[in-house]
């Protein structure tokens, strides 16, 4: 098992749209393992596969505190929104530890197939339904600030050039003292 990097905005390849999964064999249950460990140590309630750079319809998920309730969901569709919640969202992709409410359905069904390719229907809500929702957005190319105002998203977007421009700073400054 590997912990496997994950990339943050704004590389371009968190903007692809995800293929679906035709293939169920050992190396998907390799990867899917990696995707777990990968969530686990940077302490995610989900993990979507184009945040690891790989562009397939492959999610994990666990909200629960202790790493008891692992789900892998595969070509996932929503077939039901029910009600709307909000919560202050937060995303491994997002630098800086950035957090803003987003407006999501309160209820869900999803269809989809777990690691083995048998097909699976389940009802969800709560934090459960909006992680869900948060991840299948991922397949699609889209992150939870793209539902930012425009001045939030300008806001944000200034506060992380600006962290930007100082890394880079400090890592050329590390550079020229061993020069
Ligand atoms: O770890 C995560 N926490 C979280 C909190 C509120 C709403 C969504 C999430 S998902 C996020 C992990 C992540 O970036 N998944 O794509
Ligand atoms: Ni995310």
Redesign the pocket.
């Known amino acids: 098992m590997t912990v496997r990097t994950i990339i943050e905005y704004p590389h371009p390849n968190l903007r692809l749209v995800s293929a679906p999964v035709t293939v169920f064999d050992e190396k998907l249950k390799e990867l899917i393992r990696d995707m777990f460990e990968t969530m686990y140590q940077s302490q995610?309630?989900?993990?979507?596969a184009p945040?690891i750079d790989i562009q397939k319809q492959i999610v994990v998920i666990d909200v629960s505190e202790d790493h008891s309730q692992p789900l892998v969901l595969i070509n996932p569709k929503i077939t039901r929104r029910e009600g709307s919640t909000a919560?202050d969202?937060?995303?491994?992709?997002v630098p800086l530890d950035y957090r803003a409410k987003v407006d999501r359905a309160e209820k869900i069904t999803i269809e989809y197939f777990d690691e083995d390719g048998a097909r699976q229907q389940r009802d969800a809500d709560d934090l459960l339904a909006?992680?869900m929702q948060?991840?299948l957005d991922?397949l699609q190319g889209k992150l939870f600030i793209d539902y930012l105002s425009s001045l939030k998203k300008g806001l944000y977007d200034k506060k992380l050039e600006k962290y930007r421009r100082y890394k880079r700073k400090a890592e050329n400054a590390k550079k020229s003292e061993h020069a």
């Open positions: 995610g309630i989900g993990l979507a945040q919560i969202e937060g995303c491994l992709s909006i992680c948060h991840e991922h």
